[in-house]
C-alpha cells in the first residue's frame, strides 16, 4: 500500500458525507501528502506576504476572510497568527504566499486571463487562494478521488473548474509540488498530454534534480522560503 492509497482512501470516506462533516485536513494519512505546514513555515510565509507590495489594509482583510473560509471545510489543525488576529491552518500562509508569487510571474508575462491547468490540485485551497487576486479560468489533472473533491470544493466557494481541454487560451501550467514527486511513467504522461500544450508555467520543485521537462526555456530558483533540502521554483 503506498502513501496515496491511504490519501485516495481518505478522500474517498469523506466524500460520502456532507461537506460540513468532512474531517480529511486534520487526518494523519491526509497529513503525509498535504496540510503538513508548520507554524513556524506559516509564519514566515505570512512575513513575505506581508513584505509584498499588494500588501494593504484590505489585502489584509481579505487574508483574514479566505483563511476563516478556507478552514470551515475538512476540520483543519489551526493555529494563531496574532499579526492577523485569527487561529487557521498555517497551510492558508503556503497558499496566500504561493499565490502571490503566481500572480507575480503572470504579471511578468503580461498575460490578462490565465488559462490556469494545476497538475496535483489537492483539495482546491491553491485554486481558492488565487482567485482572490484575479480572474482566470481553470482545470486540474488529478486522482479521481481528489478531481471529486476539488469539484465539490470549487462548488461550495462559487468557483468553476473545468477539464483542460476547455481551456481555449494559452494554459498556463501551475504545480506545487506534485509533479516532480511523481514517479517517471506519470511524469511522462504529463508531459506528454499536459506540459507540452502549456506556453508558461509554475511549479515547486522537490524530491529530484530539475530536468528539461519541457521544450521551454527554464529559469531556475531556490525556493523562498526553502522548505526541503534543493527545492526550486521553475518557471518558463
Known amino acids: 500500500m503506498t502513501v496515496y492509497d491511504g ?22 494519512v491526509y497529513q503525509q501528502i498535504l496540510e503538513h505546514v508548520t507554524l513556524e513555515q506559516g509564519h514566515e510565509y505570512l512575513r513575505l506576504a506581508m513584505a509584498h507590495e499588494r500588501w494593504s489594509a484590505r489585502f489584509r482583510e481579505m487574508v483574514c476572510e479566505t483563511a476563516l473560509r478556507n478552514d470551515m471545510y475538512g476540520k483543519p489543525v489551526r493555529a494563531d497568527f496574532d499579526s492577523l488576529g485569527i487561529s487557521c491552518s498555517p497551510t492558508n500562509m503556503r497558499y496566500l504566499w504561493h499565490a502571490l508569487c503566481i500572480w507575480d510571474h503572470v504579471r511578468s508575462l503580461r498575460i490578462q486571463r490565465p488559462q490556469f491547468v494545476e497538475i496535483g490540485g489537492g483539495y482546491g485551497g491553491l485554486h481558492l487562494w488565487l482567485s482572490k487576486m484575479g480572474s482566470f479560468d481553470y482545470a486540474s489533472c488529478d486522482l479521481v478521488e481528489a478531481k471529486a473533491l476539488q469539484e465539490q470544493y470549487a462548488a461550495i466557494h462559487g468557483l468553476k473548474l473545468v477539464e483542460p481541454d476547455q481551456l481555449l487560451g494559452e494554459r498556463f501550467l501551475v504545480s506545487a509540488y506534485a509533479f516532480s514527486e511523481f514517479e517517471p511513467p506519470v511524469r511522462r504522461f504529463y508531459e506528454d498530454g499536459i506540459v507540452k500544450t502549456c506556453k508558461h508555467g509554475w511549479l515547486l520543485w522537490n524530491m529530484i534534480l530539475v530536468y528539461e521537462f519541457t521544450d521551454k526555456p527554464l529559469t531556475i530558483t531556490d525556493e523562498v522560503p526553502l522548505t526541503g533540502a534543493g527545492n526550486k521554483v521553475v518557471t518558463f
Open 7 to 28: 490519501y485516495r482512501s481518505v478522500i474517498a470516506t469523506d466524500m460520502v458525507k456532507y461537506p460540513a462533516e468532512w474531517t480529511f485536513k486534520s487526518n494523519a
